[in-house]
Nanobody, 124 residues
Framework: QVQLVESGGGLVQAGGSLRLSCAASGRTFSPHTMGWWRQAPGNERKFVAGIRWNSGTTYYADSVKGRVTISRDNVKNTVYLQMKSLKPEDTALYYC?????????????????WGQGTRVTVSS
């Protein structure tokens, strides 16, 4: 079994930055893809960014492109989401997800494991 634990959320002013981390643990952790998703109150969970674990290829939602960077540390089994120029509309619960085979990084059904989330609040 794989456990994902997010950290790094918090309250930040508009224009500020945050770095989220997601540490994975488990007997054997070898994901195909990891991703970050977010869910604002009253909204569905939405894709933010994804990364292919072996190649490092990255994918971004249009709404965050240019403002966020996803990266991973294969040794630490950790994926990061660096966010800058934050906006109030970035306020959400941010989830980390991992999948053993994820043909479409933007489809939640492809991810086998999900963390509990870390909350990001951006004040105006």
């Amino acid at each position: 079994q794989v456990q994902l634990v997010e950290s790094g959320g918090g309250l930040v002013q508009a224009g500020g930055s945050l770095r989220l981390s997601c540490a994975a643990s488990g007997r054997t952790f070898s994901p195909h893809t990891m991703g970050w998703w977010r869910q604002a109150p009253g909204n569905e969970r939405k894709f933010v960014a994804g990364i292919r674990w072996n190649s490092g290829t990255t994918y971004y939602a249009d709404s965050v492109k240019g403002r966020v960077t996803i990266s991973r540390d294969n040794v630490k089994n950790t994926v990061y989401l660096q966010m800058k120029s934050l906006k109030p509309e970035d306020t959400a619960l941010y989830y980390c997800a991992a999948g053993t085979f994820v043909p479409d990084v933007t489809a939640p059904s492809g991810y086998n494991y999900w963390g509990q989330g870390t909350r990001v609040t951006v004040s105006s």
